[in-house]
């Protein structure tokens, strides 16, 4: 199966292939936080996992590190370990150290664990972040 990936910044939009919509979130106090925080240097990757046991149509991401003079690289793997998408800082429309998405599927995402690979891109010293 290949991917089709098209990007609309105007609507700040990320879709692939029909399947899911990568929609970018704004920080709302209403969301309650569940985090994992970990740290990263130039070149590492870290591992992550969240799981998905019931039926939902979303899977809210949010990878935080604050400092916009570093840069960090989100990838989604779905639990049939096939990659959603790549994602940057500027991925979810704004330049602030941080990667706050949804992936959205009308008939549910699919349930198990999904992965999160964050990779040190663009790190200077020891970078903390949450996920």
């Not at 910044?9 to 936080?33: C, H, L, M, R, W």
């Not at 998905?52 to 590190?65: A, G, K, P, Q």
């Not at 999904?114 to 996920?131: A, F, K, L, P």
């Amino acid at each position: 199966m290949m991917l089709m990936l098209s990007v609309s910044f105007a609507g700040a939009t990320i879709s692939q292939d029909g399947e899911y919509t990568i929609v970018p979130v704004k920080s709302d106090s209403n969301i309650t936080p569940r985090w994992v925080s970990d740290t990263i240097t130039q070149g590492e990757t870290n591992w992550h996992g969240k799981s998905v046991s019931s039926y939902t149509t979303s899977l809210h991401i949010d990878l935080n590190w604050g400092d916009t003079s570093d840069s960090l690289r989100l990838k989604v793997y779905n639990p049939s370990n096939q990659l959603v998408g790549t994602f940057y800082d500027s991925s979810d429309g704004v330049i602030d150290g941080r990667i706050n998405i949804e992936i959205r599927k009308s008939g549910g995402i699919d349930l198990g664990t999904w992965h999160y690979q964050v990779y040190g891109y663009h790190v200077t010293g020891i970078e903390d972040y949450y996920i």
